[in-house]
């Protein structure tokens, strides 16, 4: 039985290699530092002078005002939208189905992806297809997914699903094979269980791939969800876009753009949130 | 009961990409006693690391047999726990969650197998850091916690494959010093594998020094330095001439 003798080891606790390398700098980065609030300012500068300039080239009038619109006219577009309440009726439609979307495609890859991890003969048989489907332009299926599945909610989670599987497929595979030989070893040493390995080993290391691509997975599911929306429903940002291309509004497409970009910043952020709030980003 | 490790008859061939055969080990007799701490040392490929995992159950030798006292080695077990050159800590676990590993998996935590965990990161002055990341400590630190994390099920023999191959000089030192105290205190069985002769002669009772293609035992010489061994024996006239005359044999092998 060993007893704690914290006298024992100080010596070679305290080296001065140990502290060296203890800490992770910032220094090793290749380029030459700057002032923080540098980046700061010009990250407050910049869409100002982008406004500037875009108001510069309206008055200008180089280029219609159906090409580009004045800028507050995109801001009165984006608030009668808002405040009438006409707009709120495609945002819910857009975020409904974005959400579902998400929610099909990981699961589906979850599945999927842990069905390739576990058996060799599903990888071998099928990997050739999924390379196949993954390399496909997927949205040009969207018109044929309207024929399928009609006219509404169902082909925007197809095609949003469809988006979101692949990243989050390839990185559940990846996750729960790419496992140190070591450490496959290490479990072996103490006795694990298969049950153990994967509970212990295989789905921590596969959550640390996954949480980076639930990102791209939210976008291509925002994204695949508005081709749906562009192609055939009567609802949604996307067909709210198309509307208001058709009838020359332009300040409104650029409204419902802006509305688009919050949505995608706002899912960025609550992925960030929740990989924070777990410790499998590590 | 006497739990000495016989290696008797060992062979190990591996099957090679064109099907041919690969011979790793060919031929290893050795009998290490209880308490006994032996030193593999030898170039790469001549297959210290395989003898190491037939010793912990990992691999099947393709003939012969390892016994421990009476009973043939058929797989992993508590007798035995492993160090690898790697600290292969889960990145995702903290430092105590990663040495409490053996107890998540053998029938849970309690407060005597976490008392024992604190109390063993104390002895390698990782107290202060139970609670941070693999990713945040220095390699050695890593390394030291992988040690405790082998100590966890008080094995009575450990295998230490090249555990500190990775580090500098300075690190290894500390290192070295801090497994002979350990070994001192606890007198287990240790067989650890490494390519560095100052190291095997300031830790072992024995080196068995090994040659390559296939794997085998050229011979194994005594280190008949005083024990305990101080840190400053490293400056020893006598530590130097073994260090020279390992040097010597090994000659012989590359």
């Known amino acids: 039985m060993l007893s704690p003798k914290p006298e024992l080891m100080q010596p070679a606790v305290h080296s001065a290699a140990d502290k060296a390398t203890a800490a992770v700098t910032k220094d090793d980065a290749m380029e030459r530092g700057h002032p923080r609030w540098l980046a700061v300012v010009l990250a407050i500068v910049l869409p100002i002078v982008v406004i500037a300039v875009w108001q510069f080239v309206y008055d200008a009038k180089v280029v219609s005002p159906l090409v580009i619109p004045r800028p507050l006219d995109v801001v009165t577009a984006l608030w009668s939208g808002l405040v009438d309440g006409v707009w709120w009726r495609h945002i819910a439609a857009t975020i409904q189905a974005t959400v579902l979307a998400f929610a099909v495609g990981f699961l589906a890859a979850i599945v999927v992806g842990s069905c390739f991890a576990f058996s060799a003969l599903a990888r071998e048989t099928l990997y050739p297809y999924i390379i196949a489907i993954q390399s496909f332009p997927k949205v040009a299926v969207a018109p044929l997914l309207v024929v399928w599945l009609g006219y509404g909610l169902a082909p925007k989670v197809a095609i949003g699903g469809l988006l979101a599987f692949f990243p989050i497929f390839t990185s559940t595979l990846a996750g729960l094979l790419e496992v140190d030989r070591d450490e496959v070893d290490l479990f072996k040493s103490v006795r694990a269980r298969w049950y153990h390995q994967l509970r212990y080993l295989r789905i921590p290391n596969a959550l640390s791939y996954i949480f980076p691509a639930l990102n791209v997975a939210a976008v291509n599911a925002l994204l695949g969800v508005i081709v749906g929306e562009l192609v055939g429903t009567d609802a949604g940002l996307g067909y709210l876009i198309s509307q208001k291309s058709f009838l020359g509004d332009t300040a409104g497409v650029f409204g419902v753009l802006t509305l688009l970009a919050l949505i995608g910043v706002s899912m960025f952020v609550l992925i960030r949130l929740a990989e924070r709030a777990t410790k499998f980003s590590r | 009961?006497?739990?000495?490790?016989?290696?008797?008859?060992?062979?190990?061939?591996?099957?090679?990409?064109?099907?041919?055969?690969?011979?790793?080990?060919?031929?290893?007799?050795?009998?290490?006693?209880?308490?006994?701490?032996?030193?593999?040392?030898?170039?790469?490929?001549?297959?210290?690391?395989?003898?190491?995992?037939?010793?912990?159950?990992?691999?099947?030798p393709s003939a012969g047999a390892i016994r421990i006292g009476a009973d043939s080695v058929?797989?992993?077990?508590?007798?035995?726990?492993?160090?690898?050159?790697?600290?292969?800590?889960?990145?995702?676990?903290?430092?105590?969650?990663?040495?409490?590993?053996?107890?998540?998996?053998?029938?849970?935590?309690?407060?005597?197998?976490?008392?024992?965990?604190?109390?063993?990161?104390?002895?390698?002055?990782?107290?202060?850091?139970?609670?941070?990341?693999?990713?945040?400590?220095?390699?050695?630190?890593?390394?030291?916690?992988?040690?405790?994390?082998?100590?966890?099920?008080?094995?009575?023999?450990?295998?230490?494959?090249?555990?500190?191959?990775?580090?500098?000089?300075?690190?290894?030192?500390?290192?070295?010093?801090?497994?002979?105290?350990?070994?001192?205190?606890?007198?287990k069985t240790v067989i650890f594998v490494t390519h560095s002769v100052a190291e095997a002669v300031f830790l072992s009772d024995r080196i068995v020094i090994m040659g390559a293609r296939p794997g085998r035992i050229i011979t194994v010489m005594d280190v008949d330095l005083p024990r305990p061994r101080p840190e400053n024996i490293r400056t020893?006239?006598?530590?130097?001439?073994?260090?020279?005359?390992?040097?010597?044999?090994?000659?012989?092998?590359?």
């Not at chain 2, 040690?147 to 450990?158: D, G, K, Q």
């Open chain 2, 74 to 187: 058929s797989g992993p077990s508590d007798f035995a726990s492993l160090v690898f050159q790697k600290a292969t800590l889960l990145r995702w676990r903290t430092i105590l969650d990663n040495v409490l590993l053996h107890a998540d998996i053998h029938g849970g935590r309690n407060p005597e197998n976490i008392a024992l965990a604190r109390s063993l990161l104390d002895l390698v002055g990782l107290g202060a850091f139970t609670n941070a990341y693999p990713d945040e400590l220095s390699g050695g630190m890593q390394q030291r916690a992988a040690i405790v994390r082998a100590l966890m099920s008080r094995p009575e023999l450990l295998l230490m494959d090249e555990p500190f191959g990775a580090l500098d000089e300075f690190t290894r030192e500390a290192l070295n010093d801090m497994v002979l105290r350990l070994w001192e205190e606890e007198r």
């Open chain 2, 1 to 60: 009961m006497d739990r000495a490790i016989t290696i008797s008859g060992v062979d190990k061939t591996y099957v090679g990409r064109q099907g041919q055969a690969v011979p790793a080990l060919s031929g290893m007799n050795l009998h290490i006693g209880a308490g006994e701490f032996v030193s593999l040392l030898g170039p790469s490929g001549c297959g210290k690391s395989t003898l190491l995992k037939i010793i912990a159950g990992l691999t099947r």
């Open chain 2, 236 to 254: 020893a006239p006598e530590f130097y001439q073994l260090v020279a005359k390992v040097r010597e044999v090994m000659g012989g092998t590359h």
